[in-house]
């Protein structure tokens, strides 16, 4: 018992590494629980950003008929270079006869080519004169002329389940008159303040006390990734006041909690989340700045207790909480993606876990470069003003050249 009483320090920090899981296992993990709901239909004007949940099919074949791609004549390639007007099409009126050798028909970009005709001639090569035009060369068979079904074919696949819906694709789904498509539908989120440390923006802070930060950042990260976004105020550190507010959140998709997530005698979010028959599936996470980064579970809904430093709360979402709100949106890839790029000027670093620090990326005389912004830890949110970049550092102390190259996560605008 005595040796189990004094045991050498670098043992229990051993023990306490142990148990922190790496982030990708802990992103694993969460992914794992993030089920996107069933698909919902929702009108063509609030569909953007969200995903496709079935496969869009065309209705007809587009274009439905031979189509001019500019404002010229309809004629029939040949050795001809005068011929007789007999026609004008502009677009959206049928051609009123067939096209014979030696004639040809005014027509306009997007009108359909008339029968007996197989190419356009642009009118900055033609010479008219009243019913009559003059062409400079003889045209090639099907130029400027978008055969039937060139865009798409009736019953093709034209925008597949799980894309998500940018302008354009929007723009397909009004062309095929999908004016309902089946969506995932966006999650719910609720987010709370705690801490008797913690006042509103609007009031003015004790003397030992600070104004809320977290509540209103992470409620504008979560943004356009939710359908609604319910902030739930500041609860104090007294369990009966966590519990009413928790429970209260639990109705959102995502609940997330920032603060009283860590080790001390104040820190009384696990506790009433076990209270309330949430699960955990972790408590520490190997990474800095925000390892007592708790998630857990009740029925279909996910539980994130963030760290109350708000930098700790920053990446926590970034990493954890914006992944699963996309995976439950229906994104097939809802990690932040990586990439690696050189550093713009020498950096040394220093620290016993991977950090995510704040960083800008810019332009660089070939491609792009990062650089990592004086940053003093997880409070310091001002340091974090002018990131558009989380440069990933692995554990230890290594001393950067510029140029190095070093992993980086982009930031959403």
């Known amino acids: 018992m005595r040796g189990a009483r004094h045991r050498p320090p670098f043992l229990l920090r051993v023990t306490t590494t142990i148990l922190m899981l790496p982030v990708n296992e802990a992103q694993r993990i969460v992914l794992d629980r993030a089920v996107p709901r ?20 065309a209705d007809r074949d587009l274009p439905a008929f031979p189509k001019s791609m500019m404002d010229g004549i309809a004629v029939a390639t040949g050795p001809a270079v005068q011929f007789t007007i007999v026609d004008e099409i502009p677009a959206g009126r049928m051609p009123t006869r067939a096209i014979k050798p030696g004639e040809a ?14 190419t356009v001639v642009p009118v900055e090569e033609c010479e008219f004169d009243r019913d009559h035009v003059t062409i400079r060369q003889s045209p090639r068979p ?16 034209i925008v597949p389940a799980w894309t998500v819906l940018n302008p ?21 989120l609720a987010v ?13 802070p004790g003397p030992v006390q600070l104004r809320n930060s977290n509540g209103p950042m992470l409620v504008v990260q979560a ?6 976004v319910r902030y739930l105020g500041i609860a104090g550190d007294q369990s009966h006041e966590l519990k009413a507010k928790i429970s209260s959140g639990l109705s959102a998709d995502v609940l997330v909690l920032s603060g009283g997530v860590s080790m001390g005698t104040r820190d009384l979010v696990p506790g009433v989340l076990q209270e309330l028959e949430v699960e955990s599936h972790f408590h520490k996470v190997a990474m800095k700045p925000g390892k007592p980064l708790f998630f857990g579970s009740r029925g279909n809904t996910l539980v994130f207790g963030l760290p109350g430093n708000p930098v700790s709360s920053f990446v926590g979402f970034e990493l954890f909480v914006r992944p699963a709100l996309r995976k439950l949106a229906g994104h097939r890839s809802p990690l932040p993606g990586s990439l690696r790029l050189p550093l713009a000027e020498p950096f040394r ?21 990062v650089r990592p912004l004086p940053w003093s830890g997880s409070p310091d ?13 692995p554990a230890g102390e290594h001393e950067y050249r510029a140029g190095e190259v070093v992993t980086v996560i982009r930031l959403p605008e």
């Open 105 to 118: 028909a005014r027509i306009m970009t997007g009108a359909c080519l008339p029968e007996g005709a197989d």
């Open 168 to 188: 354009a694709a929007i723009g397909v789904l009004a062309t095929v008159g999908c004016i309902t498509p089946h969506v995932y539908p966006m999650p719910t």
């Open 38 to 57: 069933g698909a919902t239909v929702c009108p063509l004007a609030h569909v953007r950003g969200r995903v496709l949940a079935v496969d869009l099919l």
């Open 142 to 157: 099907g130029q400027h002329v978008q055969p039937v079904g060139r865009e798409m074919r009736l019953g093709e696949v």
């Open 349 to 369: 670093h220093r620290s016993d876990r991977p950090t995510y620090h704040p960083a800008h990326v810019a332009p660089a005389e070939v491609g792009e470069s």
């Open 192 to 204: 709370l303040t705690t801490g008797d440390e913690v006042v509103e923006p609007a009031n003015r």
């Open 381 to 393: 949110l001002k340091g974090l003003v002018a990131a558009n970049a989380l440069a990933v550092l």
């Open 223 to 228: 943004g356009p990734a939710c359908t609604e």
